[in-house]
């Protein structure tokens, strides 16, 4: 097993590596035909955020598996590329959080409160009280964008400071399932209410350079700015402006538009920028934290396939009220259904609704992509289905409500053509519950006969006088309808009929349409 680190990792890490296993190469801020070649045979590949880990160097390492990010952020790696080739990505999405908040905090205090200034000031042998009055931040509005890991601890410190604490994040509603302590509202909401805005979200399309100047205009005036997150969603010229037009008091920036940061760099000079070099998780405790942490989590994948805190593959909390590990089973097997009546399909629209539509439901998405692929008798993983749609020109849609079903919780997945819908009885097994509108309760397992008919005396009769005639056993057989002349049936078989009997059981009188579906 060969193990590549491109960044250098606290020795307590590196030593775990070594005595596990015989290959591990360590460099140290490598340049890119050095990784292009030492990855060329690795099994394993360990960075933290200064290495760039490309689609090229992804595509030229044909033993990679697992690769690994000592920190929280993926801006240097090429995600998409590792998932088409079903990589691993895993990182340690909490170790750094408390460090980093814990920094946000500093840089706005000391932005409030002037302590450059006041330190420069002493330094200087300088006594000049007057002139470093600050901000008192107990009373006033703090607004976080991203209440992800970081933001929620911002939220926790600066509610106890005593400041009203506003989020916004437009992917948060269906993943709280506890009070948050901040206010969920509208970027326009809290831009207009905030006295303080710390940035605590990724670069993602939608969040670079998002505090443009326009943004800053609608920020409330005398307002300070912190961003810990990615240094790509401020636009420094423009914040630069919002200063010296006097519109904004001050900022704080752990993060840059381009690492390493010059010296000579605007935002570096300015006296009312708070500048430190991407320290967040510069604690030895979080150090020490990431370095392990994703140590044991390339080692966990590598023994025994155990993957937590994956950046391309949701991680299934089971510590909820709800099965989802069952309803990504469920949502698998009606992905598979459609697939199995409908494989011309352009679109595949997962709604999930109930108490489940709190959970991060990404997992079930993935499962959806796969199984719908793996019916189609193309090879596919979790990681990579979602892409290998999307690269067939086949989209994927979520939709959630919270209620509106007649079940407590309730997957649909659906095609241009069909639409199924299934829920957990006694949240443990898995029933389809409606087909095209036809109300049914069948158990979605092996092999399966799926057929329409007209609604007439003798259909069943003459089903179950064919099947006994070819030695076919029913195992169980349920009927769906929907208030016309037509009625559906699932039918489970012990054995699979071969497609002359299909044929045959097509040409019974009554009968619509038939498919034989396998269930794995
Ligand atoms: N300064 C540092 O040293 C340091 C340390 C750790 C992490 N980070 C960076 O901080 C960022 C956040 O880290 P995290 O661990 O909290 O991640 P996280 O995934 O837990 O949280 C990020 C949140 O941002 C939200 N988000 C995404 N797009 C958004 C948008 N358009 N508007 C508002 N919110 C949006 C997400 O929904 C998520 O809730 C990452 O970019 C990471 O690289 C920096
Ligand atoms: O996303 C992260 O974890 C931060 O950007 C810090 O990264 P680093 O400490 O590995 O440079």
New binding site residues.
């Given amino acids: 097993m060969k193990i590549v680190v491109c960044d250098r990792l606290e020795a307590k890490a590196t030593r775990k590596l070594q005595e596990k296993y015989d290959q591990v190469v360590l460099l140290e801020s490598p340049d890119r035909q050095t990784i292009i070649e030492h990855s060329a045979d690795a099994d394993a590949i360990i960075v933290r955020?200064h290495t760039v880990i490309d689609r090229t160097i992804i595509e030229n390492s044909p033993r990679l598996r697992v690769l690994g990010r000592a920190?929280?952020?993926?801006?240097n790696i090429d995600v998409e590329a590792a998932s088409k080739r079903g990589i691993v990505v895993l990182h340690t999405?909490?170790i750094?959080?408390t460090?980093?908040a814990e920094?946000a905090i500093a840089l706005l205090i000391g932005a409030a409160r002037k302590l450059k200034e006041a330190t420069a000031d002493m330094a200087g042998g300088k006594w000049d009280r007057g002139a470093l009055n600050g901000l008192e931040l107990s009373g006033q509005t703090v607004g976080i964008?991203?209440?992800?890991?970081?933001?929620?601890k911002v939220a926790a410190i600066t509610k106890a400071i005593g400041m009203e604490v506003l989020a916004?994040?437009?992917?948060?509603r269906y993943?709280q399932t506890e009070s948050p302590v901040a206010d969920l509202v509208s970027?326009d909401e809290l831009l207009t209410r905030s006295t303080a805005v710390i940035v605590?979200?990724?670069?993602?399309p939608?969040?670079a350079g998002?505090f443009n100047a326009a943004l800053f205009a609608r920020m409330r005036a005398g307002s300070l700015l912190v961003n810990?997150?990615?240094g790509q969603v401020v636009v420094e010229k423009d914040l630069i402006a919002a200063l010296d037009s006097g519109h904004l008091f001050g900022a704080g920036l752990?993060?840059f538009e381009e690492e390493p940061t010059r010296r000579e760099t605007a935002v570096v000079q300015h006296p009312r920028v708070y500048t430190t070099p991407?320290?967040?998780?510069?604690t030895m405790k979080a150090q020490e934290g990431v370095c392990t942490d994703i140590v044991d989590k390339v080692i966990g994948f590598l023994d025994n396939g155990y993957i937590s805190g994956s950046i391309n593959l949701p991680v299934v909390d089971e510590n909820t009220e709800v099965n989802i590990q069952g309803y990504i089973e469920l949502a698998g097997k009606l992905a598979s259904m459609v697939s199995q009546l409908d494989p011309a399909t352009t679109r595949l629209c997962l709604q999930v609704n109930g108490k489940l539509a709190y959970s991060d439901t990404g997992a079930l998405e993935n499962r959806v992509a796969r199984e719908f692929l793996l019916a189609r008798r193309q090879e596919a993983s979790d990681i990579n289905a979602r892409f290998l749609l999307d690269d067939q020109g086949i989209s994927i849609s979520l939709g959630k409500a919270d209620q509106g079903s007649a079940f407590v919780n309730e997957v649909e997945v659906a095609t241009d053509n069909y639409s199924l819908k299934g829920t957990l009885l006694a949240d443990k097994f898995p029933r389809i519950v409606e087909v095209n509108e036809y109300k049914i309760e069948a158990v979605p397992q092996g092999t399966m006969l799926f057929f329409r008919n007209y609604d007439r005396p003798g259909v069943i009769g003459s089903l179950g006088r064919l099947l006994g005639e070819k030695n076919i056993n029913v195992a169980n057989m349920r009927l769906g309808f929907r208030g016309d002349d037509e009625a559906i049936a699932m039918v489970n078989i012990d054995t699979a009929v071969d497609a002359a009997t299909l044929q045959e059981i097509t040409r019974l009188d009554n009968i619509i349409d038939c498919f034989q579906l396998e269930f794995t």
């Fill in positions: 955020s920190g929280s952020g993926s801006y999405p909490f750094s959080s460090s980093t920094l964008i991203g209440y992800g890991n970081i933001g929620r916004y994040d437009p992917y948060v993943q970027l605590c979200c990724p670069r993602t939608e969040t998002m810990v997150g990615h752990d993060v991407h320290i967040g998780a510069a």
